[in-house]
Structure formats: structure tokens, C-alpha cells
């Protein structure tokens, strides 16, 4: 790997790993009322695709930089789908 392709797998991680803070303040707050589902669905579609065209061309930068991406895209939206169906009561 070059300098090039590790700054940009860093880069795709850290750009990935912006789903996970969305995905804690739903868990804390038990809601998942104001998350748009179209959005996450839609990023979590593109991250997925994005993945698997990585694999289907064996290359690990794309794997590394989306594999976050999808974990936590559908995180939020398992977590959102699940807190605006079990409404809890604090």
C-alpha cells in the first residue's frame, strides 16, 4: 500500500465511523422518532453495494473504508426501527 491508498482508507473509515454517535444517541434516548429511514436505508444500500463491489474486485481499501459504513448505517436503522416500535417509557 502506498501513502495514497492508506490516507484514503483512513479516510473512508473515519467518513464510516460517522454513523456510530447517531446510532448511541438513539440507544440513550430510546427514540428513533426523528431519524429519517429513507436516509439511512439509502446509505445503508449504498454502503453494502459499495462493499460488495469491493470484494467482487478484491480491493481492500474500498472492504476497510465501507465495511464500517454498512455495520453502522444498519445499526442505526435496526436501532431506530426497533426504539419507534418499543416505545419505552423513561
Given amino acids: 500500500m502506498n501513502i495514497l491508498q492508506i490516507a484514503t482508507t ?16 438513539i440507544y440513550r434516548s430510546k427514540s ?3 431519524i429519517s429511514f429513507a436516509t439511512y436505508f439509502t446509505f445503508g444500500i449504498g454502503t453494502l ?10 480491493d481492500i481499501i474500498i472492504i ?3 465495511i464500517p459504513g454498512v455495520i ?12 419507534r416500535n418499543n416505545k419505552v417509557n423513561l
Fill in 64 to 66: 476497510l473504508s465501507f
Fill in 32 to 34: 428513533g422518532e426523528n
Fill in 10 to 25: 483512513i479516510l473512508g473509515i473515519l467518513m464510516s465511523l460517522g454513523y456510530y454517535p447517531q446510532a448511541y444517541k
Fill in 72 to 83: 453502522g448505517s444498519w445499526l442505526v436503522l435496526f436501532l431506530a426501527f426497533h426504539y
Fill in 49 to 58: 453495494l459499495w462493499t460488495i463491489y469491493g470484494f467482487s474486485i478484491n
